[in-house]
């Protein structure tokens, strides 16, 4: 009986184990001999997909070895008991490095994943070989209060004082508080700050294909990521610049890709961020918005070869 009992919770702890070592969602394109690019996807609760289906190839046809994956918890790598803090995230990204076999690769940050990417190559930078940013957070607190001074601006504008009385409850809040976060961004979406107006022949060419793209139509959010993040995440609200001049002082290259539209970023940050990378390793790129690998997809694409290459 004793023999029966310690085998069946044996079984029940290795399936434990199983279920919290599952397995990612990834994919790559191009060859292995090629040099490495981790694709890291912005969040919480988002998805690779979108870079997957319109630009890894691409990337990959300019001499590069292009891996994407979704974090734990999130779209292809569901899993209900992920934490979705950056502890977890670095696991994961240390699960993609064992799986292809990587020594040292590029790190590709989009979004919130500059936030993952900077402190894991501060961490780890034997295992870095440049960091690239795009339209990458590096000041969360910065980012926020763009927003706002933005959208004051527009409701000033408008004489909106509706608004105009939200945004002076929102400056009284903890600013570490998810309420405080959900309100900004919700600022941000209903002023467009996340999108372009006119994006270009090719960028309008690929939004349109979204709709028939199955990678995209089959794209499911985790609408409870940011929450599960905050509840389990002590850090909030981070600055990762310090990481970026460390990565420095090691001669790690680290570049950049902004956007003008893109109204998480002032032009003071990208001033900021041109001081602490070099002026030459950042590029801030007109009619081009968050999603900048679509809205100027040939810049971005001729800016990683030139810079890696």
Not at 56 to 63: C, K, P, V
Not at 157 to 172: C, G, Q
Not at 253 to 258: E, I, S, T
Not at 288 to 309: G, M, P, R, V
Request: hydrophobic residues 40%; glycine residues 6%.
């Amino acid at each position: 009986m004793l023999a029966r009992r310690l085998c069946l919770s044996f079984i029940i702890i290795l399936s434990s184990f199983i279920c919290r070592s599952q397995h990612l969602y990834s994919r790559s394109f191009g060859s292995r001999s090629n040099h490495p690019i981790i694709f890291l996807h912005g969040g919480p609760g988002s998805s690779s997909v979108y870079f997957e289906a319109t630009t890894a190839q691409l990337l990959a046809d300019r001499g590069f070895f292009v891996i994407i994956y979704d974090r734990r918890g999130e779209s292809r790598s569901a899993d209900t008991q992920a934490r979705m803090d950056y502890a977890e995230a670095f696991e994961d990204l240390d699960k993609i490095y064992v799986q292809y076999k990587l020594t040292n690769a590029s790190l590709l940050a989009f979004s919130f994943g500059g936030l993952v990417a900077a402190q894991f190559a501060g961490k780890h930078p034997e295992k870095i070989a440049s960091l690239i940013l795009c339209s990458a957070l590096v000041s969360q607190q910065k980012s926020y209060g763009t927003i706002l001074r933005s959208a004051r601006d527009i409701y000033e504008n408008k004489k909106d004082s509706v608004n105009l009385k939200e945004l002076s409850a929102i400056a009284t809040m903890d600013t570490n508080s998810l309420a405080y976060r959900t309100l900004v961004f919700k600022h941000a979406s209903a002023n467009g700050f996340f999108s372009l107006p006119a994006p270009n022949d090719r960028a309008k060419a690929i939004y349109n294909s979204y709709a028939t793209d199955p990678l995209i139509t089959g794209y499911v959010k985790n609408d409870h990521a940011v929450a599960t993040f905050w509840e389990h995440e002590p850090r909030l609200n981070i600055d990762v610049a310090p990481q970026l001049k460390y990565l420095r002082e090691l001669r790690i290259p680290v570049y950049a890709l902004y956007g003008k539209q893109d109204g998480l970023y002032s032009n003071e940050q990208i001033g900021e961020l041109r001081r602490v990378i070099g002026t030459d390793r950042v590029k801030y790129l007109d009619q081009c918005s968050h999603t900048l690998f679509i809205d100027q997809q040939a810049l971005f694409l001729t800016a990683l070869s030139k810079w890696l290459k």
